[in-house]
């Protein structure tokens, strides 16, 4: 079923499907509620500056950047941040987006609370909507409760400026 609020249409698609669930299932309403409006909030945004965003990769990074506040996400090694956009770089690996698309929510999710970083990026990581407002969103996956053991090995460094955008293109 299409929801559309504030003329910003949530994607109907399996992965946003997956997404809304998984992050369901691990959040309680308040932080479930608030993945949604940062979605919302940065599709409009980037609307307002003429930007052209992935509505998937926006929904996932929004719905997935506060998923390492969660016990069945969080870790004792790293930042909530790193955790949260951790799990939406699996998420969309295991579900067929490239490690391009995958990079660029890892890094809009992990930088979400620094949003000076990425003006030291790449030119592309500067003309994003905000990385302080994740307009690249999260997506969720099928899979059992997360084991550290089971994950990919996050980024270990920043992609060149080929690559680097906390906005990613709607081209796949």
């Given at each position: 079923m299409t929801e559309t609020i504030a003329g910003i249409t949530v994607p109907d698609t399996e992965l946003a499907r997956a997404a809304t669930e998984l992050?369901?299932?691990?959040?309680?309403?308040?932080?479930?509620?608030?993945?949604?409006?940062?979605?919302?909030?940065?599709?409009?945004?980037?609307?307002?500056?003429?930007?052209?965003?992935?509505?998937?990769?926006?929904y996932v990074g929004g719905m997935f950047h506060d998923l390492g506040l969660t016990p069945g996400y969080r870790t004792t090694e790293r930042r909530f941040e790193v955790d949260g956009a951790?799990?939406?770089?699996?998420?969309?690996?295991?579900?067929?987006?490239?490690?391009?698309?995958?990079?660029?929510?890892?890094?809009?999710?992990?930088?979400?609370?620094?949003?000076?970083?990425?003006?030291?990026?790449?030119?592309?990581?500067?003309?994003?909507?905000?990385?302080?407002?994740?307009?690249?969103s999260a997506s969720t996956s099928t899979r059992s409760p997360r084991s550290s053991a089971r994950r990919s090995s996050p980024p270990t460094r920043a992609p060149t400026s080929r690559t680097a955008s906390c906005t990613p293109s709607t081209t796949r």
């Open positions: 992050v369901r299932e691990a959040t309680d309403d308040n932080v479930f509620h608030h993945s949604r409006r940062v979605f919302f909030f940065g599709m409009i945004k980037a609307a307002h500056q003429g930007k052209q965003v992935d509505p998937e990769l926006a951790q799990a939406a770089y699996d998420f969309l690996r295991e579900h067929g987006r490239s490690e391009e698309e995958a990079r660029a929510v890892w890094f809009a999710i992990a930088l979400h609370t620094t949003p000076g970083i990425p003006n030291h990026l790449s030119p592309r990581s500067r003309s994003s909507p905000s990385a302080s407002s994740p307009t690249c």
